[in-house]
């Protein structure tokens, strides 16, 4: 099994622009709150590769009566010569 690092970004104040330390709760600039939401990336990776796993509903046939796509014209028959 390959393990992967943490995926770990900077923190980027909204107010002032200034980046902070991953671990911050507010800005060392200004002061302003950071945004402090944690992302579960294992668990959307997860979700992912279940949606991915499910199988596919089979459509159903289409109904017999159903119309038909119009074809292309086709070249017209010459009648019939009266030589006999």
């Known amino acids: ?4 690092p943490a995926e770990i970004t900077m923190k ?6 200034a980046t902070n330390k991953p671990v911050a709760k507010v800005c060392a600039e200004c002061g302003a709150e950071l945004d402090n ?6 668990a959307d990776q ?4 279940a949606a991915n796993m499910m199988p ?6 289409a109904p ?6 119009p074809e292309a ?6 009648p019939p010569s009266m030589d006999a």
């Not at 980027?12 to 622009?17: A, D, K, R, S, V």
């Not at 017999?64 to 796509?69: R, T």
């Open 12 to 17: 980027t104040c909204p107010q002032c622009g």
């Open 37 to 42: 939401t944690k992302i579960d990336f294992d």
């Open 46 to 49: 997860a979700a992912l590769d």
């Open 56 to 61: 596919r509903q089979p459509q159903p046939p």
């Open 64 to 69: 017999s009566g159903a119309p038909k796509p």
């Open 1 to 4: 099994m390959c393990f992967r």
């Open 73 to 78: 014209p086709r070249a017209t028959p010459k």
